[in-house]
């Protein structure tokens, strides 16, 4: 048996799944609450990038909650996460694929 994975955005289209293509994993990061971070991730070789971010603390209802934007800029190895509120920012699983 088999098994893979599929990613869909905002709009309901799956942007990846194995069973088209493969990619490689990059880099798999942690983003600080209520603040931004930076990492050097060699991506020499590939074009193509997906980035993935996920809330890892549970969402309090009695509270607003953010997740970092992130950028990567493969031509600086740099990933970047950037905190979008100082106080309500939560930690972030950030993947970054690339083929």
Known sequence: MAYGIKMWNSTGEVTYSSEDVTWNLLASVVAPENSGATWTVDAT???????????????????????HTVNYLGNSSTL???????????????????K
């Open 45 to 67: 070789g590939f074009s193509d990038f997906i980035i993935t971010r996920q809330m890892i603390d549970e969402v309090r209802p009695d509270q607003q909650s953010y997740i």
């Open 80 to 98: 970047t996460a950037a905190a979008p509120s100082s106080s309500y920012t939560q930690r972030t699983l950030i993947t970054l694929l690339g």
